[in-house]
């Protein structure tokens, strides 16, 4: 697994230099990220890069949304920010914000800025988490203007020609409560994902989870299960994720039926009635 | 003989004068009350005696007292002489409601059981439950009596008074009914039998085997329990169409094997949708020849599915276990044959299997195509004929347990008259009703069973008039004052399990709507800024209040965050419109009604979990003199099976005079306390009644609205409005009418309007 990738809040002296390295080397990636690309996604995304559209990675939970801009950034040779949105993030997180040195006041710029500033891919991953007064901030990033103005410093900042904002989105989660505004849906170029094909998916298991092929062909199909099972109780069926995780532990020694306890089905739902249907259906699956 | 007696058993003394007068019935009673004693003593037999005495003090003739003489005998190795005497005591009790003959079979019935009866309590529950029989339903005690080897299973003894209580209820005063049920001749009580001793049944299980089903095949089944017909329960599973019926229970089957037995029939049924034939023409086939094919077809699709899903050979393999020394019968070889096709390294002794193994592995090529399982079916078919074993139509059950009766692989449609009767006869054998004039439609769903239910009451025609309303008139530009009366209809309870099925059919849509149920209910945390106090420091607060120090300026102190809950404090109504439009049938049969009673109880489900103050009305209307409002459910009172079942009854008719409607509802809503009042009106298109023109109600209507909003409650109309023409935005304004453009949408935008709206 490539570790290049850090996000802001795993590296607080990141966090606190007040004037980082423009090349942002912390940022950058250096060992190629796996990614086993599923469709033509590479070749959008190169396109939008090239014109330095905004990006959006619509899909379930674990199928690759993260790795696939973490392959980007790297396949780029840009820095890549992450930022994961939470529901208590305001503005002033992501642009930055006065903080008190022993001299007076000092500017600390946010992630956005930093990435604006330098010229970096931007990642806010599951942005409808964060607060809708927050997703307002990237809209003169995401249009013709490409500027993001700080109105505590009085500044605007013109975006580096090499900075991209990508941003996840999870339609699982979609929900009246919980949705983008349209203003900010429509500024971005969409890439779906989806857990790949069966065979794909058996590749990927197999090269993350160093399983075998009829390990990996077990797990798809029990993944299969579980979200055909999606809307019948479950929120969300087993994700690619969960098969690496399932089957790690089953090349590691615990036996099949332990891993896809631990790794897919306790993780999945809490609900003993489902819990029982689950298992009746992986047991349908193991051989 | 009296002589020997004792004073110190008075009683024992009191029975022999008794007995001594009568003939027959003395002599019995001597050698009785002498068997009993060389087992017990006698000192022992006194209470015995009493309760021959109790019997014989109520008259209880001479079959009745043989009847106790023989149990006396028949027990006297099991019971004391104490529990005998309470045997009759009990007995006596019964003698007196239901009289001698019932006694007797009650006393025979006891004998028989009694092996079974663990006790002195479970004894007890026996007379306890023929008693109460009697006091409600004498002449049905006999018939009870009857039947206790099949009404008391061991270890189930309690149930034997749930069905006694069942069957009083089901019948009630009807004598006819009751009788039939006590003589088991009901479907009602051979479902209940069915039960007995049964363990976790199609109901328990449904919903899990459903999911189970949906995660190997991808799409929801359709699961429905195959009720008991023709006298007796149902012992395969049946598939029709894409319907796959399931006994009530397995008789006979508890616990976990139970439920390994409905997984594994499920299972197999599934297969057979999944990749089995749509169905063969039965055309001239034997009997014979349909049992075989169905064997193969069977081993065929599960074959198939194992194929895809290893697990499922440990899921049947238990079941295959039929050995040459079950018997000589061709239904023996059948389920060895079987088991031969399901297991290729099973041998047996005869050559038909064989035979039908070695078939079969050579068609592995083509396991795709059904028309194989014909193939070999016929030619085993004709090795049977050719033995001249003979096959029983009429008894044939398929073997092993799990598989299903097999007539779902037939089309019937064409079948010959010359074979007709004999494959009736194998039809009636696995007790399907056959459909007549059937064009043979793979998705129609057998219709149920009614047995056991209510029909729905027709609801009164005109009730009382509860209020008058005034009414805009547009044509003359006034308001013309008590203009229309509303009646207040008394809804009739409908039937709740169409609903029901129809909630459990829209699982993704409700599992949505219970994620927003969630986010909803814990209140957003909004947070709070510039407090004086909180749990946590605000930042830009704090760092203006430095800053402001260092320009001397007077900080401002409050430099805390904290969170509170938003409080919701929110009424809603919802009227619906059940005029005659909403007859109108979509593609799937369902009528517009139905789609909005769904609707509605998703809704329903989603406030009472959130607790919101909510009612819900449905309106019609025949004139101004006769606009119906029929309460489903009031504010005060909760959302239980009762409001569901008024839910349910609504039927459609009539015109739809919305403005009445709606001042009726506003007048209701206008009471409740609350910070925001909502009325949600689901209408399926114009206002119309038979005594003005549409266009004044629509004017009517408005007024209403705007009328509503200045005493603060808001009106959102959800039309049900595919062509996007109708006048939604011009009654509840275009920010707050939602034309439903797929009617089948509605159920999930009703949900998400109330939500979004719920927010504000």
């Not at chain 2, 001594?20 to 002599?27: M, P, Q, S």
């Not at chain 2, 003359?476 to 009646?487: F, L, M, N, Q």
């Not at chain 2, 399990?497 to 209910?521: F, S, T």
Request: hydrophobic letters at 45%; a neutral charge.
């Amino acid at each position: 697994m490539p570790s290049a990738l850090s996000s802001i809040s795993a590296d607080p002296s990141a966090n606190l230099a007040v004037d980082p390295s423009p090349d942002l080397a912390a940022f950058r990636i250096a060992v190629e990220p796996y990614y086993r690309p599923v469709g033509d996604e590479i070749a959008v995304f190169e396109a939008a890069w090239r014109h330095r559209l905004p990006v959006m990675l619509k899909g379930p939970t674990g199928c690759g949304k993260t790795r696939f801009v973490e392959h980007m950034a790297w396949r780029l040779g840009r820095p890549l920010i992450t930022v994961a949105a939470h529901e208590d993030m305001t503005a002033a997180d992501l642009a930055g914000r006065f903080l008190l040195a022993p001299e007076g006041t000092v500017w600390q710029d946010g992630p956005l800025t930093q990435a604006v500033r330098h010229g970096a891919l931007c990642y806010l991953d599951e942005i409808v988490e964060a607060r809708q007064d927050t997703t307002v901030v990237i809209h003169p990033l995401t249009d013709a203007r490409r500027l993001l103005p700080l109105e505590k410093r009085n500044e605007q900042v013109r975006a580096h020609e090499d900075f991209q904002l990508v941003i996840s989105y999870n339609p699982g989660y979609q929900s009246a409560v919980k949705d983008l505004k349209e203003s900010t849906k429509q500024r971005f170029v969409a890439i779906a994902f989806d857990y790949p094909a069966p065979e794909l998916e058996a590749e990927i298991v197999m090269r993350e989870a160093g399983a075998d092929l009829a390990l990996a062909r077990i797990l798809v199909a029990i993944a299969a299960c579980s979200r055909n099972l999606r809307g019948q109780g479950l929120d969300e069926g087993a994700s690619t994720r969960m098969l690496i995780h399932a089957g790690r532990l089953a090349s590691g020694g615990v036996s099949l039926e332990a891993a896809v306890e631990a790794a897919i089905v306790l993780p999945i739902t809490d609900d003993a009635d489902m819990r029982r249907a689950l298992n009746a259906a992986i047991s349908a699956c193991l051989p | 003989m009296s002589g020997l007696i004792a004073c110190d058993t008075p009683e024992l003394a009191r029975l022999s004068r008794l007995m001594d007068a009568r003939e027959t019935l003395g002599t019995i009673f001597a050698q009785t009350r002498r068997r009993l004693a060389a087992r017990h003593g006698e000192p022992a037999l006194e209470p015995w005696a009493q309760g021959v005495l109790a019997m014989v003090e109520v008259n209880a003739g001479a079959s009745a007292l043989l009847g106790f003489g023989r149990a006396s005998v028949e027990l006297a190795g099991r019971l004391s002489p104490a529990a005998l005497g309470e045997t009759g005591l009990a007995a006596a009790a019964l003698c007196r409601e239901a009289g001698g003959r019932a006694t007797t079979a009650a006393l025979d019935g006891f004998v028989e059981i009694a092996p079974r009866l663990a006790g002195e309590g479970e004894r007890a529950i026996w007379w306890r439950a023929l008693l109460t029989l009697a006091q409600a339903a004498p002449e049905c005690v006999e018939a009870v009596a009857a039947q206790a080897r099949r009404l008391v299973l061991p270890g189930h003894v309690a149930e034997f008074e749930g069905f006694i209580a069942a069957g009083l209820k089901a019948a009630g005063r009807d004598r006819g009914r009751r009788r039939a049920f006590f003589a088991l001749e009901d479907a009602l009580a051979l479902g209940l039998l069915a039960r007995i001793g049964a363990g976790p049944g199609f109901a328990e299980l449904e919903a899990g085997l459903t999911r189970v089903l949906a995660a190997l095949w991808g799409t929801a089944p359709n699961l429905q329990p195959l009720p008991p017909a023709g006298g007796e329960a149902p012992r395969r599973v049946n598939i029709a169409g894409s319907v796959i019926r399931l006994p009530d229970v397995f008789p006979g089957v508890q616990g976990e094997a139970a439920r390994r037995l409905y997984l594994a029939a499920a299972l197999h049924a599934g297969a057979h949708l999944h990749v089995g034939n749509p169905r063969f023409p039965i055309r001239k086939f034997r009997p014979v020849q349909v049992a075989l094919a169905g064997l193969i077809e069977d081993a065929r699709v599960e074959t198939l599915a194992m194929a895809r899903y290893p697990g499922l050979r440990r899921l049947w393999a238990p079941f295959h276990v039929a050995t040459p020394e079950d018997g000589p019968t061709l239904a023996a070889l059948l389920a060895r044959v079987a088991r031969g096709l399901f297991d290729p390294a099973y041998e047996d002794p005869d050559a038909l299997v064989g035979k039908a193994q070695a078939l079969f592995a050579a068609a592995h090529e083509r396991l795709d195509d059904p028309a194989l399982s014909l193939g070999i079916g016929t030619r085993l078919a004709n090795d049977i004929g050719q033995r001249r074993l003979r096959f029983d139509a009429r008894g044939h059950v398929v073997e092993p347990a799990y598989r299903d009766d097999g007539l779902g692989l037939w089309d019937f449609s064409d079948i010959d008259p010359e074979v007709s009767d004999e494959i009736e006869m194998m039809v009636e054998a696995a007790r399907i009703e056959r459909r007549e004039g059937e064009d043979g439609a793979p998705d129609e769903a057998p219709s149920r069973e009614p047995a056991g239910r209510a029909r729905p009451k027709a609801a009164a025609e005109t009730g009382p008039v509860i209020a008058s309303y005034p009414e805009w008139d547009a044509q003359a530009g006034i308001e013309r004052p008590d203009w229309t009366s509303v009646r207040a209809m008394l809804p009739a309870p409908g039937d709740i399990r169409p609903l029901h099925r129809a909630l459990e059919q829209a699982g993704p849509a409700r599992a949505r709507i219970a994620r927003l149920v969630k986010a909803a209910k814990v209140g957003r945390a909004s947070r709070l800024k510039r407090q004086a106090e909180g749990h946590d420091l605000d930042i830009d607060a704090a760092i203006e209040a430095v800053i402001a120090r260092r320009a001397g300026e007077t900080p401002d102190l409050r430099v805390f965050r904290s969170t509170a809950l938003t409080q919701r404090d929110l009424a809603v109504l919802v009227l619906v419109d059940m005029s005659q439009s909403t007859r109108e049938r979509l593609a799937d049969g369902t009528s517009v009604l139905d789609v909005e009673k769904l609707a509605v109880a998703m809704l329903a489900e989603a406030l009472a979990a959130l607790g919101d103050a909510f009612a819900l009305f449905a309106f019609a209307s025949n004139g101004r003199d006769d606009v119906r409002v029929c309460e489903v459910k009031g504010f005060d009172v909760p959302y239980d099976m009762a409001a569901t079942a008024r839910l349910a009854g609504l039927t459609s008719g009539l015109s739809t005079r919305l403005g009445a409607g709606l001042r009726h509802v506003g007048a209701q809503i206008a009471r409740v306390r609350s910070f925001r009042k909502l009325v949600l009106v689901l209408t399926d298109g114009e206002p119309s009644d038979i005594d003005v023109a549409a266009p004044d109600l629509v004017e009517d209507a408005r007024r209403v609205v705007l009328q509503l909003r200045v005493q603060g409650i808001d009106t959102f109309g959800v039309t049900l409005d595919p062509g996007g023409v109708g006048s939604g935005p011009a009654i509840f304004g275009k920010a707050n009418s939602m034309p439903v453009r797929r009617i089948e949408d509605l159920p999930l935008r009703l949900s998400d309007l109330y939500f979004r709206l719920a927010r504000r």
